[in-house]
């Protein structure tokens, strides 16, 4: 479920278009920034429920079938986001993310 698409620059002009949430549209740049294949990433983790943004949560997530399990993304304010986790993927392991790596992040 996506909630933004970037439009190419067309016409005679040279600017990229947003359509749609910019936070939606700046997620996506920073994807296809990053090498990731955003149809082939969505056909892959099909979006099977979403629970919109709440200003009481200050965060939205989408859950994802992901093979023969579900998977979870979150979006959402800094600050709430690092209170709720408890780990941190740094150099390809997992850390407990104590109250120094946090203030770090």
Same mark, same amino acid.
């Given at each position: 479920? @996506?909630?933004? /698409?970037?439009? !190419? !620059?067309?016409?005679? +002009? &040279? ?6 949430? !910019? &936070?939606?549209?700046?997620?996506? %740049?920073?994807?296809? =920034?990053?090498? *990731? ?10 979006? %099977?429920? @979403?629970?919109?943004?709440?200003? /009481?949560?200050? /965060?939205? +997530? &989408? $859950?994802? @079938?992901?093979?023969? +399990?579900?998977? %979870? ?5 800094? =600050? ?7 780990? $941190?993927?740094? #150099?390809?392991? #997992?850390?407990?993310? #104590?109250?120094? *790596?946090?203030?770090? %992040?």
């Amino acid at each position: 479920m @996506q909630h933004a /698409r970037l439009l !190419p !620059p067309n016409h005679g +002009s &040279t600017r990229w278009t947003v359509l749609g949430d !910019p &936070t939606e549209a700046a997620l996506l %740049v920073a994807a296809l =920034k990053g090498g *990731l294949e955003v149809e082939a990433e969505s056909e892959q983790r099909p979006c %099977v429920h @979403q629970l919109p943004f709440e200003s /009481r949560r200050r /965060r939205m +997530s &989408t $859950i994802h @079938q992901v093979e023969n +399990s579900l998977v %979870v993304y979150v979006k959402g304010a800094p =600050k709430e986001m690092l209170e709720l986790c408890t780990h $941190i993927r740094m #150099d390809e392991r #997992d850390r407990p993310l #104590d109250e120094d *790596l946090r203030a770090r %992040v």
